[in-house]
């Protein structure tokens, strides 16, 4: 009896300990299933931050310096390095936000996404990630994307990657994919900010700086008053530009994208602040951009986490509540995810 009652115990305090231990729910508005050469040949290090992004001389050719750079880790005291087959790379992202407790909007090939949802239904939901090649390539037109969103098997139209060729989303080509967003009430996300750095010089010649701009979304916005839009990577750096787009517009959202992990954490903390000051903290949404690099998330998740400025209410709603309301789920959903 009394081996049976240390057992109990113990089985007690085991149950207790992972129920307390379990991390609160993190809805991911911003992670992608890729392959693991998707970003060059694996393994590329990815700073935890940058702590800086090189000095180039243009006698070189930049494509090189910005490789030797990944595969050096040379712009950071802190990296992390990518998986090297599209396993293990899986393996790992699921592991990550199963550990964490993550909920995710995923996007990247829809045959990739397809796979990665099969294994993780509960917490990969399938998102189309698009740009204007892509749409040639895979035939994913207005006609294809709205049967696709109708089936009910993807549920967000983004990441919408157009800036890297140039465009701006209120650009009359892309006009009639809003107009089917809006019809069908498909949240859409954008990316509005940086890529790689000096990406124009590595081989997407049409990309802007100016695109990072959030007025890009303006006239977009106007022309679709219901559409859900969120603008990916809270259109770093253009703060000002980011508050006045979001005053102007209290239908939009942000995610924290790549910011969230790859710049300093004064330059992060900083742009974080200044939209949480300005009253905006209701409209901030947590987005990973994990491509390659599982540990980014956990990263990303611990940054919002240490923010001394930011209340626990605050980060709950970054992490979590904002998304949910975005995202327009019920109770009953988000009761699941406890």
Do not use: C
Not at 38 to 60: C, R, T, V, Y
Not at 63 to 90: C, H, I, N, V, Y
Not at 274 to 298: H, L, Q, Y
């Amino acid at each position: 009896m009394k081996i049976n009652l240390l057992i109990l115990l113990s089985i007690i305090v085991t149950n207790s300990f992972s129920q307390v231990s379990k991390p609160l729910p993190v809805i991911d508005m911003h992670l992608h299933a890729l392959r693991a050469d998707d970003q060059g040949p694996p393994p590329l290090k990815m700073g935890l931050p940058f702590d800086n992004f090189g000095a180039h001389d243009p006698k070189n050719d930049y494509g090189e310096t910005f490789m030797q750079a990944l595969k050096s880790g040379q712009w950071s005291k802190r990296s992390t390095s990518s998986p090297l087959t599209d396993d293990s790379l899986r393996a790992q992202t699921i592991k990550a936000i199963r550990d964490n407790n993550v909920y995710a909007i995923t996007s990247g090939n829809i045959n990739v996404v397809r796979k990665w949802h099969s294994e993780e239904p509960k917490r990969i939901s399938n998102a189309v990630y698009w740009d204007f090649g892509i749409a040639k390539r895979n035939k994913l037109n207005v006609d294809s994307l709205a049967k696709l969103f109708k089936s009910g098997e993807f549920s967000v139209f983004g990441e919408v990657a157009i800036q890297y060729e140039g465009y701006s989303p209120s650009d009359s080509a892309f006009e009639p994919y809003l107009k089917m967003a809006e019809a069908l009430d498909i949240p859409v996300g954008v990316h509005i900010g940086p890529g790689p750095p000096g990406v124009i010089y590595l081989g997407l010649k049409k990309y802007r700086a100016s695109l990072h701009s959030a007025f890009v979304l303006e006239e977009a916005l106007v022309r679709h008053p219901k559409l859900r839009l969120y603008a990916m990577h809270a259109g770093w750096p253009l703060i000002d530009d980011l508050l006045a787009t979001l005053y102007a517009h209290p239908q939009l959202y942000v995610d924290l994208g790549i910011i969230s992990y790859d710049i300093t954490d004064k330059e992060f903390y900083f742009y974080l602040e200044r939209i949480v000051n300005a009253g905006f903290g209701k409209r901030i949404m947590f987005g990973s951009d994990n491509m390659v690099w599982p540990e980014t998330i956990p990263f990303a998740i611990e940054r919002i986490n240490k923010a001394t400025f930011l209340t626990t209410d605050q980060k709950r709603d970054i992490l979590f509540n904002n998304a949910a309301r975005f995202l327009r789920l019920s109770p009953e959903q988000i009761k699941s995810m406890y």
